[in-house]
């Protein structure tokens, strides 16, 4: 056993799989969901979908919100028209698909049912029992608000009807894509751009994905880029200007032959000329959702966690044309749209690009950012291990809490020990106490749960000393709940998780450059399981002498065949961290394995690998 030497390693492993949010592994979780806003001409007025009401109540619907106000249920796209009067929508309501508006004025709602009996379904559909796929997608309002273009998953997807469901026309557009809902799609002279392979009639042969134009009615259709045949090259998310003489739109087009780039960039086409430029380079990654104001001398985009101004220019210098607008720390903006006069920018806001919680606007020049709908609320099921998100909270262990908006962009570290149980003026409360934390963001807390905790159902809460709380959420704490902790690594083109075990006495990880020999010992890290002996308490860093040893020891398995265990327990000098000493089973072929943990009736196999030789 080799306890006091691995100290070093462990507090490496101890920062690596903790101290950084929003880091680590899949979630078991995808319940809090949100529609991109859309705003009026001067971004005073904005709509927007979200499944989490206003005191952090998360629903199992995504519901329609005009400003402040919450309208209907069932929402699945949501637009809203240049005077801010109509919001238009689709929504999934008793087995059916509807297309309808909102009158702003006097909260009277229209809709109809469209028909959907021709939608193409992903192949994954068939797969997927009880799962939801939206055929209808993307209303756009047009500039005169009389009309709706929509976009049905079929063949000639494309519509326009009256606001009132009347007079649907099908447009003679073989396949297309148009921009989400808020985008506009559609300028006040009556041109429609979108992005297809084939518009005109199925062909034979690959294609890039170009961006077409045409009239409303669907005549004059005509092309704004031709890639060629270029299957790999693709065009999406184009946006017209309301004069109609700027497109902008997001490609991995890199120029010259149509040779693909890695990261996507934003273009300009000016429709009048055809001339084309490159807004945004690749030295600062990639660039995406693009929108554009009515006047079209402004418009926006997302890189990474901070929003961008793009100027078009018919005429611009070789050089990336954006500057920020409003850079955030942790947090990753999305789904950028303009208003018509350029003036402010609304989005989403969330822990990374998939993941929208909140919806924000910011003055254009980055002053006044401001809270639409940023409610705080811990994901359903976001109580877990730390290690791995699959398994329960446990008496001593580490837990993560996920959730959103726990913070404004702030983020706490505990500085020693003991741990604090405030970080950034957010605390945990669990049976009525406040744990001890290791970390705090807008969207995760890392925490320890105390060894005398009762193994029962538990409410947690994220309160802050503002006064703002989230709803509690219930949690079973379990007596154990054995897991590894894990890192995503990157080798030779793969991508996989790393356990957290290192060669006895050293710092090196057990991984395909030092593959584990058969007979050799390994320390294991991770967290769960459960009580010692003798007891720490909470936040306390664990003893040395004597160690603090697991109460029942684990039952370990690589590839299948038993591990004798040496040593399991709490790694001295750190809270809630447990390590656990075996020696590799000879009979194991060389390769990479999974590494399963079993306490009692709970067994845990991986996600992390181990190498053996």
Same mark, same amino acid.
């Given at each position: 056993m080799s306890i006091k030497r691995l100290f070093v390693a462990a507090s490496s492993l101890f920062l690596l799989a903790i101290h950084l949010p929003g880091q680590g592994l899949p979630l078991p979780f995808q319940v809090i969901k949100f529609l991109p806003p859309a705003v009026d001409a001067s971004g005073r007025d904005i709509a927007f979908g979200s499944s989490v009401t206003a005191d952090g109540v998360v629903e199992n619907t995504i519901d329609l919100y005009t400003g402040t106000t919450k309208t209907l249920p069932n929402a699945t796209s949501v637009g809203l028209s240049s005077d801010g009067t109509r919001v238009v929508f689709t929504e999934f309501n008793a087995s059916n698909e509807n297309l309808g508006n909102i009158n702003i004025l006097n909260g009277a709602v229209q809709r109809f049912t469209v028909d959907t009996k021709s939608c193409i379904l992903p192949l994954s559909a068939a797969l997927c029992f009880g799962c939801y796929f939206q055929c209808v997608n993307t209303p756009h309002i047009t500039p005169d608000g009389r009309r709706v273009l929509y976009s049905v998953r079929q063949d000639h997807p494309f519509f326009v009807t009256n606001l009132d469901g009347s007079g649907v026309t099908q447009l003679p557009i073989y396949s297309g894509t148009l921009a989400p809902s808020p985008q506009r799609v559609i300028s006040s002279n009556g041109l429609v751009v979108f992005t297809s392979q084939a518009p005109s009639g199925p062909t034979f042969a690959a294609s890039a994905t170009d961006v077409f134009i045409m009239n409303l009615d669907g005549t004059n259709l005509r092309n704004l880029t031709n890639f060629g045949l270029h299957p790999e090259v693709f065009a999406l998310n184009a946006t017209i200007s309301g004069d109609g003489s700027v497109v902008l739109f997001e490609t991995n087009y890199g120029g010259g032959d149509a040779t693909p780039v890695h990261e996507n960039e934003i273009w300009a086409i000016f429709t009048g000329s055809g001339k084309r430029f490159q807004l945004t380079g690749s030295a600062i990654g990639a660039s995406t959702s693009p929108t554009i104001s009515a006047d079209a001398k402004t418009g926006a985009c997302v890189s990474g966690t901070v929003i961008y101004l793009l100027k078009p220019q018919e005429n611009p210098p070789p050089v990336d044309r954006r500057t920020p607008v409003y850079p955030f720390a942790v947090s990753v903006p999305q789904s950028p749209v303009i208003s018509d006069d350029g003036s402010t920018v609304a989005f989403l806001l969330g822990p990374d690009s998939t993941s929208p919680a909140a919806v924000y606007?910011?003055?254009?020049?980055?002053?006044?950012?401001?809270?639409? %709908? *940023?409610?705080?609320?811990?994901? /359903?099921?976001?109580?877990?291990?730390?290690?791995?998100?699959?398994?329960?909270?446990?008496?001593?262990?580490?837990?993560?809490?996920?959730?959103?908006? &726990?913070?404004?962009?702030?983020?706490?570290?505990?500085?020693?020990?003991?741990?604090?149980?405030?970080?950034?003026?957010?605390?945990?409360?669990?049976?009525?106490?406040?744990? /001890?934390?290791?970390? +705090?963001?807008?969207?995760?807390?890392?925490?320890?749960?105390?060894?005398? +905790?009762?193994?029962?159902?538990?409410? &947690?809460?994220?309160?802050?000393?503002?006064?703002?709380?989230?709803?509690?959420?219930?949690?079973?704490?379990?007596?154990?709940?054995?897991?590894?902790?894990?890192?995503?690594?990157?080798?030779?083109?793969?991508?996989?998780?790393?356990?957290?075990?290192?060669?006895?006495?050293?710092?090196?990880?057990?991984? *395909?450059? %030092?593959? *584990?020999?058969?007979?050799? +010992?390994?320390?294991?890290?991770?967290?769960?399981?459960?009580?010692?002996?003798? #007891?720490?308490?909470?936040?306390?860093?664990?003893?040395?002498?004597? #160690?603090?040893?697991?109460?029942?020891?684990?039952?370990?398995?690589?590839?299948?065949?038993?591990?004798?265990?040496? &040593?399991a327990g709490l790694t001295p000098g750190l809270v809630g961290l447990y390590q656990i000493d075996i020696v590799v089973p000879s009979g194991l072929r060389a390769g990479a394995y999974t590494v399963s943990l079993k306490t009692g009736d709970i067994r845990i196999d991986g996600p992390g690998y181990i190498n053996v030789e």
């Open positions: 606007e910011v003055n254009i020049d980055g002053s006044n950012l401001r809270r639409i %709908h *940023a409610p705080q609320a811990i994901s /359903p099921g976001g109580v877990v291990s730390a290690a791995t998100a699959g398994s329960q909270p446990s008496p001593g262990g580490l837990i993560s809490i996920y959730g959103i908006n &726990f913070t404004n962009e702030s983020v706490g570290y505990a500085g020693g020990f003991p741990l604090p149980d405030t970080l950034a003026q957010i605390s945990v409360i669990a049976n009525n106490k406040k744990l /001890p934390l290791l970390s +705090v963001s807008p969207w995760q807390v890392n925490a320890q749960v105390p060894q005398d +905790v009762p193994l029962q159902s538990t409410n &947690f809460q994220v309160t802050s000393s503002s006064g703002s709380s989230t709803p509690a959420l219930a949690a079973t704490v379990v007596a154990a709940s054995p897991a590894l902790f894990s890192s995503l690594t990157s080798k030779n083109g793969s991508t996989y998780y790393q356990a957290a075990v290192l060669h006895a006495g050293t710092t090196t990880l057990a991984d *395909a450059d %030092h593959p *584990a020999k058969a007979g050799e +010992v390994l320390e294991m890290y991770g967290t769960g399981l459960g009580v010692t002996v003798p #007891p720490v308490p909470a936040g306390l860093p664990s003893p040395g002498t004597p #160690p603090a040893v697991a109460a029942a020891t684990p039952s370990v398995q690589i590839g299948g065949l038993d591990a004798k265990v040496l &040593f």
